[in-house]
C-alpha cells in the first residue's frame, strides 16, 4: 500500500504563489502516475495534474501556464509549484497515486488534503 501525507498549503493573496507537497512511502517504478486533486464547496473534484512513471505531465486548462508538477523518485516526494495563484484556485488539494499498470486511470491512494485560500 501506499501511505500519502500532503504539506504546503496555507493563504495567500491574489497573485501570490504557494509549493504543495507530498511525501509517498513508495515511489520510483512501484507507482504508475502521482497527481494533485482540489475540490472546493459546491464543485466536482478536479484532477488539476498528474505525472506518469516516464514524466510525463498533464494538466487542467485552468492551471495551464500557472502550474508545475514535479517528482523525485529518490526522496519520495511530489510537489505542486502554483504561481499567479487566482481566488478560483481556493480548494482542499490531495495528493493521489495510482500503482496500476496502466497508470493515470485508476487513483487507489489519497493524501488526507491540504487547504489553499486565495483572497485578498
Known amino acids: 500500500q501506499v501511505q500519502l501525507v500532503e504539506s504546503g498549503g496555507g493563504s495567500v493573496q491574489p497573485g501570490g504563489s504557494l509549493r504543495l507537497s507530498c511525501a509517498a512511502s513508495r515511489y520510483r517504478d512501484s507507482i504508475a502516475c502521482m497527481g494533485w486533486f482540489r475540490q472546493a464547496p459546491g464543485k466536482e473534484r478536479e484532477r488539476v495534474a498528474s505525472?506518469?512513471?516516464?514524466?510525463?505531465?498533464n494538466y487542467a486548462d485552468s492551471v495551464k501556464g500557472r502550474f508545475t508538477i514535479y517528482k523525485d523518485n529518490a526522496k519520495n516526494t511530489l510537489a505542486l509549484q502554483m504561481n499567479s495563484l487566482k481566488p478560483e484556485d481556493s480548494a482542499m488539494y490531495y495528493c493521489?497515486?495510482?500503482?496500476?499498470?496502466?497508470?493515470?486511470?485508476?487513483?487507489?491512494?489519497w493524501g488526507q488534503g491540504t487547504q489553499v485560500t486565495v483572497s485578498s
Open positions: 493521489a497515486a495510482d500503482i496500476s499498470s496502466l497508470g493515470c486511470g485508476a487513483f487507489n491512494f
Open positions: 505525472i506518469n512513471r516516464n514524466y510525463i505531465r
